[in-house]
């Protein structure tokens, strides 16, 4: 089936500093990705829309200068972390929908990854 | 609004015993619905998802789930629980298309010998 990557799976930063999670379709394309985050022990809440080749939709209450979305290609979308502060430790997720043809028109999720901001 | 509800938020079962997760929807259109599993530190894996059809459909390790559009619900079931199904289990709703999915809360599912 189609597989979602994402890098790093777990990274570590300093407050203040900013962090791109990658995010890869790796057989199919993907016009649009999803990145949620989750905290502990808790639900995925959609944070933005990723859309190929324009700006993300971000959810209310997600602050868009903070958390910067490119999707620049039909397989990857990224997700920066501007000067992040220890509130921004999370597991980000993110996923994409396979709409080829023949596909099941199935969300496929990423690994994740855990932020920690000390 | 679109939401889900899984009402037990940790469900202790001996191993070998039968499973039922809960899930209840609220969605404007026809649901598309999704049972995920996720295991500490680790992405989700789709076990099952319902689109149209057969109101019973298998998924992967030996689940399935009914959907009952009166109740609107779409539990998922195991006969047979081994412990390594010991994992955060979540049903989500969506629309067909490029559309984010919406969550329930989870339910853990801890399994005693």
């Known amino acids: 089936g189609a597989v979602v990557s994402q890098h790093p799976s777990r990274v570590i930063c300093k407050s203040g500093t900013s962090v791109k999670i990658e995010c890869r379709s790796l057989?199919?394309?993907?016009?649009?990705m999803f990145w949620y985050r989750q905290f502990p022990k808790k639900s995925l809440m959609l944070m933005a829309t990723?859309?190929?080749?324009?700006?993300?939709?971000?959810e209310q209450g997600v602050e868009k200068d903070k958390f910067l979305i490119n999707h620049a290609s039909l397989t990857l979308s990224t997700l920066t972390v501007t000067s992040a502060h220890p509130e921004d430790s999370s597991f980000y997720i993110c996923?994409?929908?396979?709409?080829?043809?023949?596909?099941?028109?199935?969300?496929?999720f990423g690994p994740g990854t855990r932020l920690t901001v000390l | 609004a679109q939401s889900v509800t899984q009402p037990d938020i940790h469900i202790t079962v001996s191993e070998g015993a039968s499973l039922e997760l809960r899930c209840n929807y609220s969605?404007?259109?026809?649901?598309?619905l999704f049972w995920y599993v996720q295991s500490p530190g680790q992405g989700l894996q789709l076990l099952l998802k319902?689109?149209?059809?057969?109101?019973l459909v298998q998924g992967i390790k030996g689940f399935e789930a009914e959907f009952k559009r009166s109740q609107s619900s779409f539990n998922l079931r195991k006969p047979s629980v081994h412990w390594s199904d010991a994992a955060e289990y979540f049903c989500?709703?969506?629309?067909?298309?490029?559309?984010?999915?919406?969550f329930g809360k989870g339910t853990r599912l801890s399994v005693i010998a």
């Open positions: 989500a709703v969506g629309a067909r298309g490029n559309t984010p999915l919406v």
């Open positions: 969605y404007g259109a026809t649901p598309y």
């Open positions: 996923s994409a929908r396979d709409l080829s043809s023949g596909s099941t028109d199935t969300q496929y």
């Open positions: 319902y689109f149209s059809g057969d109101t």
């Open positions: 990723s859309n190929e080749g324009s700006k993300a939709t971000y």
């Open positions: 057989d199919f394309q993907a016009t649009t």
